[in-house]
């Protein structure tokens, strides 16, 4: 996704990787901390765990977190 910046909240997609519940997709939080990419989980809930994306990985960020809107 062009225009993505560390510390947006996105929908990524891990190509080849396969979860159970979500397949390649996950909703997280963009980091850099120099050469370092993390998408971190934004849940209090343990399962969700930290992805260090190593240069070997490829992701794409499909979207981007912009508002909640009110209904």
Known sequence: MAG???GECLIARRVGVEDP???EFT???WRRAGAKN???PMSAN???ALIE??????VE???RFVQ???T
């Open 27 to 29: 909703f997280k939080r």
């Open 38 to 40: 993390t998408l971190e």
């Open 61 to 63: 960020f499909v979207a």
């Open 46 to 48: 343990l399962s969700h």
């Open 68 to 70: 909640v809107l009110n």
């Open 4 to 6: 993505a910046a560390p």
């Open 53 to 58: 994306i190593k240069a070997a990985d490829r």
């Open 21 to 23: 519940e979500l397949g």
